[in-house]
């Protein structure tokens, strides 16, 4: 995603940053650490590290560890992508977003002392985001994993606190393999010796290879469902029942069932790194993690004002089958009724998965071409595969029209969720005048 930055020198930077290598992907570890030795091993000087890995819900999930570390008094330096719509969104510094003239600065340093070496851009920006950790007092450091985990640039902690698994989906399977369990053994390379291990629910036979794993490595391990359990409760928290405790907490302030799930994850490895944790910093985190484009409501803004005053629209950035299955439980709960869509997606992976899952719901489906992303599936590619699906479907030629029409089809009364890619997510937040924070 372009980045939207005030400071033309951090812009540039990013630019000059994103054309060292070929190739956008290219997974292994060497470069890494090659660059981090010239910047002097800050890998190894960053406050206590939390490392997660997954396909779905990581981002999520350590947006609930920083609000319950932040309701304990505490600070917490996090590295997570892709950004939405400002690069700054992917370096939050002891809880607040890394500013334009920092960046430049620390892009600057990082690439004068990479001198022009073959280096992918998430490498290089891992990199920067590790010495500006390094500098930054704080006490504790999130870290979500770009791709996979074993070879995926993050993976360069030696003794973290605790790791995570996350929901494991198939998903970017050129790069990690098409099987659930190649998939799972690339996710489990985060683990440490000794290091405890937390996971999400996992399908059978990701859960047997994460827990192997683990035995082999010596970790203690946890997964949810079995080795601790939530009870939902009616108004919309659960309790966490976790060792010989039960934990009352409220309904989580990101919307959906998964997010109980990933607020008891994160509640369990705060417990796990921070003993003494207060519960009260537990409920009140739940309660108040803020993570955009995961079924957001769009109240205000810039394309809101076009729609009639009392018109639900809904955005997120559920982009696989795995996170469809998620969104199209979440928007039943907000509405049992039909919805009109507005998508757009990627071509690096099948959107008839995608669109299959959310089929059931769709009154009608408006679809748009997300811009500047060379990998979007185009409008009327996109139109042709939902009506293939015996979807009802309209190509649009941008937002706004995608908006208007989508108002059409409700009526101005039936809601409109907005999905299919983080990158759409961070277009219509762009469009929107409502950035992330």
Not at 40 to 69: M, Y
Request: with cysteine; net charge negative.
């Amino acid at each position: 995603m372009p980045p939207v930055l005030q400071n033309q020198r951090a812009e540039h930077a990013l630019m000059r940053l994103g054309q060292l290598h070929p190739k956008l992907i290219d997974l292994g570890l060497d470069r890494t650490y090659a660059l981090l030795e010239k910047l002097g091993s800050p890998h190894l000087d960053l406050p206590p590290v939390i490392h997660i890995a997954g396909t779905n819900g990581k981002g999520s999930t350590l947006a609930f560890i920083r609000a319950i570390l932040e309701h304990n008094g505490q600070t917490a330096h996090v590295y997570s992508s892709p950004h939405l719509v400002r690069f700054n969104e992917r370096i939050r510094l002891a809880g607040r977003l890394i500013d334009d003239d920092a960046l430049a600065d620390l892009l600057e340093q990082v690439e004068d002392k990479n001198s022009g070496t073959d280096i992918t851009f998430f490498e290089v920006t891992t990199a920067a985001a590790m010495l500006a950790f390094a500098q930054t007092p704080a006490d504790f450091t999130l870290l979500e994993t770009g791709l996979g985990g074993r070879m995926d640039s993050t993976n360069v902690i030696d003794h973290p606190l605790v790791t995570i698994i996350s929901p494991i989906a198939k998903d970017h399977e050129h790069f990690l393999g098409n099987t659930i369990t190649a998939i799972a053994g690339e996710k489990a390379g985060i683990m440490k010796p000794n290091v405890p291990v937390i996971s999400a629910h996992q399908h059978p036979e990701a859960a047997a290879v994460l827990r192997k794993y683990a035995e082999t490595l010596g970790c203690p391990f946890w997964q949810m469902g079995e080795d601790f359990a939530i009870n939902e409760q009616p108004d919309g928290g659960f309790i966490l029942n976790w060792q010989d405790q039960q934990i009352t907490c409220p309904a989580p302030a990101l919307m959906g069932a998964h997010q109980r799930e990933n607020a008891a994850l994160a509640a369990v490895a705060v417990m796990l790194a921070s003993p003494q944790i207060s519960i009260s910093a537990i409920k009140d985190g739940i309660a108040a993690a803020d993570w955009p484009a995961r079924i957001q409501a769009l109240k205000t803004g810039r394309l809101i004002i076009r729609t009639p005053k009392g018109q639900q629209i809904w955005l997120d950035g559920a982009h696989n089958r795995h996170g469809a299955e998620a969104l199209a439980r979440s928007l039943q709960q907000i509405h049992m009724g039909k919805w009109v869509m507005i998508a757009g997606a990627l071509n690096t992976r099948p959107a008839a998965d995608f669109l299959n899952a959310l089929k059931p719901l769709l009154q009608h489906l408006i679809t748009i071409t997300i811009p500047d992303q060379e990998a979007s599936l185009g409008a009327d590619e996109l139109c042709q595969t939902a009506m293939e699906l015996g979807l009802a479907a309209t190509a649009a030629p941008d937002l706004t029209t995608a908006i208007d029409l989508a108002v059409s089809h409700s009526n101005g009364e039936m809601p409109i969720i907005i999905g299919g890619s983080l990158y759409l997510s961070g277009h219509v937040l762009t469009e929107n005048e409502t950035q992330p924070q």
